[in-house]
């Protein structure tokens, strides 16, 4: 079957962005297809490839950029959301006018249309959130 | 059609369990994850409400969560089924959506 996956909360704010990654690792355990992994409002933080957290602690961005590299995952940052917090990659950078990016590896900038598109592509849209 | 509501939140943080279960057709399962496993008590004060809802849903509860809360399995509700991850990947593939009640 194919799912595709909303997380709308940062990391380390609930549990919305470990849930998803536990539900997302089951289903791709299970044989099934990830046809994309859409974050969206804060959910856009789980992106960064600044996060340092303690080293007894999970490092959310980066299990999701593993993951994703494992499994050839397309893990997207809504653009608007992206903007509005920070979240910048090299080219979103360069047109803001701006010194740094901070997108961690495996992770792309698109649109909302791809939330659309994820939604009718996907046999189950799952929604992880506040 | 049928519907897996999935709720996150406690029902003493939130009202969305009790929207949940207002608005959930018979026949139509729940499940708790996250916050939500705080309804699976048995002496709670949202026990009734939950037997109620067992009466006309299936529920579930995800395990790894209870134990995340130190929830023992002997203080849950009668009827109340626990699944793992892959048991709740599963149960989203055996309906035909999934409503989560953020």
Same mark, same amino acid.
């Given at each position: ?27 791709? &355990? ?5 046809? &994309? ?15 340092? %957290?303690?080293?007894?602690?999970? #490092? ?41 990016? #901070?997108?961690? %590896? ?25 | ?14 009202? =969305? ?10 026949? =139509? ?74």
């Amino acid at each position: 079957m194919k799912f595709s996956i909303l997380i709308n909360e940062g990391p380390y704010t609930h549990q919305a962005s470990d849930s998803a990654y536990h539900f997302t690792e089951a289903a791709l &355990r299970a044989g099934h297809e990830i046809v &994309r992994v859409f974050f969206y409002h804060d959910g856009v933080y789980n992106g960064t490839r600044l996060s340092v %957290p303690p080293q007894d602690d999970r #490092n959310v961005s980066e299990r999701w950029s593993a993951l994703g590299q494992e499994h050839s995952l397309e893990l997207i940052l809504c653009v608007a959301a992206a903007q509005r917090r920070g979240m910048l990659d090299e080219d979103e950078a360069r047109r803001a006018g701006k010194d740094s990016n #901070n997108i961690a %590896p495996g992770f792309e900038i698109s649109g909302l249309g791809q939330l659309v598109d994820a939604g009718i592509q996907a046999d189950r849209l799952i929604v992880f959130g506040d | 059609m049928s519907v897996l509501h999935i709720v996150n939140k406690s029902p003493f943080d939130r009202n =969305s369990l009790d929207s949940c279960l207002r608005l959930a057709r018979p026949g =139509s399962a729940i499940l708790l994850i996250e916050d939500g496993i705080y309804a699976v008590r048995d002496n709670s004060a949202a026990a009734d409400r939950m037997r109620q809802a067992l009466e006309n849903h299936p529920v579930y509860a995800l395990q790894p969560d209870l134990q995340a809360r130190g929830v023992g399995e002997e203080n849950m509700l009668d009827g109340i089924t626990l699944v793992d991850y892959d048991g709740f990947v599963k149960l989203t593939t055996e309906y035909d959506k999934l409503q989560s009640w953020l």
